[in-house]
């Protein structure tokens, strides 16, 4: 988008400046048009384009929509206004992208009362470089695929077939209790298992 | 005490059912499991999501309405941030994008007058305590009214910014947006001050002889 928006602005300036000082005077309404690009809105689309990325990081951490559009907003609250003159997009990426490792990092430590230091060492809240991928659901299968059968079993059902504990319990010949103890003993192996999501 | 295996369970089956995290301080003993779940239920969804239009809208709408910082316009911040300067200067677009459009101070604060408005009974001034906010609702007017001495303020129980209900948070002595993460203080002014919102409406109240506080609303 950034380089479309480059593209643009630059095709259309050079189209002005090779133009002949007669025609160049003559062509007002080029130049009209040069004034015209939409630069503010553009600039406005590449901020929400970005976002849409935090907002999908941040989505894969919560894994709801209220508090993912909650945590996005205090994204973009806390970081438009700061953004620096001149700076790359890939620094303002950076930026958002700090900013949103932080506001999670609020979000967790507030919801579950610890301290910011106890999540990052044990939640691993390390934040990856690249923005999320369509890589992101291999991950979960790599996940699941370190998983004993009956762990990957039931978070398989549970999670990717939107099975209730009763279905899943009949699936498996078992009862609603177990599953359950189990469903939590798969999560707590899943947590352990290192596949950057 | 729950057993933490129904806990979880019923943070698993909130998330799949797309509502929010509720948690509790108690939960921390099973944080791995429930950030494990939160990815699991995001993975769900297939790849990356993508914001709901209604609310990438909201966000523009924001963006746009965001208050200017002393030493740039949001909207220049925006066009020089993303690099776009560069062009912009050349193609003397910055003059545009610094244009005042949205120079609007972040004020707010009119007191609501409804047409035909009338004094409504809310509560006696002796129900009121100091430095608490009480939510009252005088018609089509939902107000939060503070006592000060003798003397009553109001300022409405709808957000400034997204038009939802307001929270009073005795811990924090603030009005709390139920909707996004924003406060205000008890005369309306928002508590972030490097990002402020506008302030409050404010409400008409007064105390009757009788000490019975009333709050200017509608039939």
């Known amino acids: 988008m950034l380089r479309t928006c480059f593209a643009a602005i630059f095709s259309l300036r050079s189209m002005s400046l090779d133009r002949p000082p007669d025609q160049q005077a003559v062509g007002s309404e080029e130049t009209e048009n040069v004034l015209q690009l939409p630069a503010t809105a553009r600039a406005a689309d590449i901020a929400l384009d970005e976002l849409e990325l935090v907002y999908a990081f941040i989505y894969a951490r919560v894994g709801n929509r209220a508090d993912a559009e909650d945590l996005t907003q205090q994204v973009a609250m806390k970081a438009i206004p700061r953004l620096r003159e001149g700076s790359p997009a890939s620094a303002i990426r950076g930026y958002l992208f700090a900013t949103a490792r932080s506001v999670l990092g609020g979000f967790w430590s507030t919801r579950l009362g610890l301290s910011e230091a106890e999540l990052h060492e044990d939640l691993a809240m390390a934040m990856p470089h690249a923005p999320p991928s369509e890589a992101r659901a291999d991950a979960v299968q790599a996940i699941l695929a370190q998983l004993s059968d009956n762990y990957r079993r039931v978070l398989e059902l549970r999670f990717l077939h939107g099975y209730s504990l009763k279905e899943v319990a009949a699936d498996m010949n078992s009862t609603v209790g177990a599953v359950k103890v189990m469903q939590l003993r798969a999560l707590r192996a899943a947590a352990k298992v290192q596949v950057e999501l | ?219």
């Open chain 2, 1 to 219: 005490m729950s057993k933490p295996e129904n806990r979880v369970d019923k943070i698993v089956s909130d998330l799949l059912k797309g509502r929010r995290l509720k948690l509790r301080g108690a939960d921390a003993e099973e944080k791995a499991a429930i950030t494990a779940a939160a990815r699991l239920a995001a993975a769900r969804q297939g790849g990356p999501q993508r914001m709901n239009p209604a609310f990438r809208k909201q966000l523009e709408q924001a963006l746009e309405s965001a208050p200017k910082e002393p030493w740039m316009t949001r909207r220049a911040a925006l066009v020089a941030g993303f690099g776009l300067a560069a062009g912009a200067v050349a193609g003397g677009l910055l003059g545009r994008a610094t244009e005042p459009a949205h120079t609007a101070p972040v004020q707010g604060g009119d007191p609501i007058n409804p047409k035909q408005g009338q004094w409504v009974d809310v509560a006696a001034l002796s129900d009121l305590v100091e430095g608490q906010g009480k939510r009252v609702t005088a018609g089509g007017v939902g107000a939060y009214v503070f006592r000060s001495g003798e003397t009553v303020t109001a300022v409405t129980s709808i957000c400034s910014h997204l038009p939802c209900e307001l929270l009073w948070n005795q811990a924090d002595g603030a009005l709390d947006c139920t909707c996004h993460p924003a406060s205000f203080n008890a005369d309306g002014t928002s508590t972030n001050h490097t990002y402020p919102l506008p302030s409050l409406n404010k409400v008409y109240a007064r105390v009757t002889a009788a000490g019975r506080v009333e709050v200017l609303g509608t039939a």
